[in-house]
C-alpha cells in the first residue's frame, strides 16, 4: 500500500529542534505503551513528533471519568482502551503501524511483548504491583529502555532506566515489598505509601492530601479512582517526550533511582531519589 501521508511534510515544523538523525530513529523505533490510561497522552504525543511504531497494552474499557485527563472523547466510551488509542494514533498518521493488545500483563505473556518494542513506557499503576514489577524486570532482562511514569497533581514525575544501569523499579521496591510482606500487607497500598511519604516533602502539599485520601479508602477495601487532572496528563507527555527525544538524540538523561519532577503549582522542576 502506497503512503497516504508525506512524512517529511508532517513533520517538517520540527526542523531545527529535532534533528534528521534523531527523527529517523523516531519514525523506526517501535514504543510500547505498558498502559493506555495516562499512556495515551504520551502516545499521542509521540505520534505527532513522528513516531511510527507502536504497541499498546492495556485490558481496560473507556469511561466516562477517563475524560477529564486521556486521550478520549465521549464516542470511546465503552470501547477498549487500545481501539481507541489505535484510533487517534492512525487520525495522526495513517501510516503509522499500530499493534492494539486488549489484555493486561501477566507471568505468561510480558517478556514476549517486551521483545516487540525498543523503547517502553510505563505508567505505574500499583493497583497490580506483580504485573508492574514483572513488566520492569523483563525489560531489565531484555535490555531494553525504559521509562515510567507518574501523573502528580499539576505536575508529574518521571523515571528513567538505562538497560546498563541493571537498576529495576523491582530492585528499587524490593525492602518495601519485603517489609509489606513480613507485615501481612504485600499490596499496592502499602508499597506506594512507602514511596510517597519518602518523596512527600518533594510534592505539593494538595497532592500528599488527595494521595493520602485515596490511600485510606483503598485500605478499607473500597476501590478509589485517584483524583488527577488533565495538567498532569500533558505534563507526563512533556516530559516523558523530552527525555525520550534526548535519549535518542545521544544527550545525557537522569536516571533511576532519580525521578524528574515537574510542579506547574509552584513552578519549579527537581530530581527526586525515591529510593530515599
Do not use: W
Request: aromatic share 8%.
Amino acid at each position: 500500500m502506497p503512503p497516504q501521508i508525506d512524512y517529511d511534510l508532517f513533520i517538517a515544523r520540527n526542523s531545527g529542534y529535532i534533528s534528521p538523525a534523531t527523527q529517523q530513529k523516531m519514525r523506526t523505533q517501535t514504543m510500547l505503551i505498558a498502559g493506555c490510561g495516562i499512556g495515551s497522552s504520551v502516545a499521542v504525543c509521540a505520534a505527532r513528533m513522528g513516531f511510527e511504531h507502536f504497541v499498546l497494552v492495556d485490558g481496560d474499557l473507556v469511561d466516562a471519568h477517563n475524560l477529564n485527563r486521556q486521550f478520549y472523547d465521549y464516542a470511546d466510551i465503552g470501547k477498549p482502551k487500545v481501539d481507541g488509542l489505535k484510533d487517534k494514533i492512525l487520525r495522526i498518521n495513517p501510516d503509522a503501524q499500530v499493534e492494539a493488545l486488549n489484555l493486561y500483563f501477566t507471568a505468561d505473556n510480558t517478556e514476549a511483548i517486551v521483545k516487540k518494542a525498543d523503547i517502553i513506557f510505563d505508567t505505574v499503576d500499583f493497583l497490580d504491583l506483580d504485573a508492574i514489577l514483572n513488566l520492569h524486570e523483563s525489560s531489565k532482562k531484555l535490555c531494553k529502555e525504559l521509562f515510567t511514569a507518574l501523573s502528580i497533581g499539576f505536575g508529574a514525575g518521571v523515571l528513567y532506566f538505562p538497560p546498563a544501569s541493571g537498576i529495576s523499579l523491582a530492585d528499587l521496591l524490593a525492602a518495601d515489598v519485603q517489609n509489606a510482606q513480613a507485615a501481612g500487607k504485600a499490596g499496592y497500598v502499602t508499597v506506594f505509601a512507602k514511596v510517597i511519604e519518602r518523596i512527600a516533602a518533594e510534592l505539593d502539599p494538595l497532592v500528599v492530601e488527595q494521595i493520602s485520601k485515596a490511600l485510606t479508602i483503598m485500605e478499607n477495601g473500597r476501590p478509589c479512582p485517584a483524583s488527577q487532572v488533565a495538567v498532569g496528563s500533558f505534563t507526563v507527555a512533556a516530559l516523558a517526550l523530552s527525555m525520550i527525544h534526548d535519549l535518542l538524540d545521544g544527550r545525557p538523561l537522569p536516571a533511576a533511582p532519580d525521578m524528574l519532577i515537574h510542579s506547574f503549582k509552584n513552578h519549579q522542576t527537581r530530581l527526586v531519589n525515591i529510593a530515599g
